[in-house]
């Protein structure tokens, strides 16, 4: 908190002044200048591709979707949320602003390119004044002894259909027998995540550390390692192809699938498409998700097609048609090719980002994961647990954790046990 700033003139005569106005004054300037408690998502996802093509690396600098962190760019917060949640509900920052995808390699060494939206391009604009839910935590926010947090609450859970009845799991299934561990990001961006934050070896060496932390934390659970590329990056340029995502061309992709092998992990390829159609973009990888320990993950957050703006300005959305398209299709790759089931992960963080989610349909062959994806203070993060994911039951629950945005206003990460205390408990951990 700041001080008014008195010019010279008023200190030099500040004593003649009645007491009760000196007062007012200094009151009014603790009013005036209290800061807000959350700023919108800082990260950006981008994602490997099928065999590179024209589309695969548009010219100029690529613009880094919502979370990949590329250059040293962080993306702005949305201008305006798809809703405006009340105070009582507050819903969590975006997980990951629209950031520069990283350029595709032209040479041997590849150079990451200049995210689209970074922390530069958030100073040019003046700071909109802060909505009530992006405000500091209300009292009471955290349960009194004997109460539960937001998220937590057994009864509530079981009030919105939890534990939902899932398809009887087939052979090879990870769900629900392993919790998933998985770090996020891109290789080409320090700043995306972990994945690419850290050189292969110490990358993979923590991602160790934290499936101990919690296969102690939880030892009834047997936890699955796995490393979740965004293969498909949001842009803040329209590029050659007009569509606003870049592809990562195959060279990253099966480096990224060597490290997962090289650590008994999964691999994930998350998709933002832009203003591209995931009917259009997820059949260019068949050629890896036909692989039994490769899966998906899909980010409503960067799917502009209904609203047509620039990924980063506004938080997009899936319907439950396109999520139930998506699943389809990997239903029909695990009977095509012989395949256990796949697991499809789900960004959420706001209402509108999945529309209809009571539609999903479910099938054995496809294990969705709705994954709380925004970051935030832990109370905020709660609430948002509650309100987008155990409100709107569809398979599993996944929880997003940021080791940078969800600590940057002073709180905590939250530890395994804290996130184990949420209802349903979280079956698909990611590491931003």
Known sequence: MTFPRVPWSTRIFAPL???????????TGFMIDRPGNLAAAETAKSQPSAPAT????????PVAPAT?????VAPAAPATPPEAPSAATPQAAPATPPLAAPTAPEAPAIAPAAPAK?????KGKKAAKQPKWQQAAPPGKIAPPGKYNAGEDPEFAQQHGWPVKTPPALPGAILPGKRIVAYYGNPLSKKMGALGEYPKDEMLRRLKGEAAKWEAADPSLPVQPALHLVAVTAQGEAGKAGKYRMIMPDKIINQVY??????????????????SDIRTILPRFEWLL???DVHLGMDPEFNMNK??????T???????????????YLQELVKKYNLPPKVFVVHRFTRNMVTNANKVTLRPEVQIVMNMDGWGAPWLKRDSYRDYIVAHPVEYTGFKLFYHNDTKKGDPLMTPQDVLKLNPKPIYIQYQ
């Not at 024209?54 to 600098?61: I, L, N, V």
């Not at 506004?314 to 389809?328: E, H, L, V």
């Open 54 to 61: 024209p589309e695969t690396a548009p010219p100029g600098p």
């Open 314 to 328: 506004k938080i997009g959305t899936y319907d439950a048609a396109d999520i139930n398209y998506a699943a389809g």
């Open 68 to 72: 990949p962190q590329v250059a040293p």
């Open 307 to 312: 609203s047509g703006k620039k990924p980063g």
């Open 258 to 275: 060597d490290w997962a092998k090289e650590a008994n992990a999964i691999l994930f390829i998350d998709i933002q498409t832009g203003h």
């Open 290 to 292: 036909k692989n039994p």
């Open 118 to 122: 970074t922390k530069k391009a958030a």
């Open 17 to 27: 002044l009645p007491t009760a106005l000196a007062v007012a004054l200094v009151l």
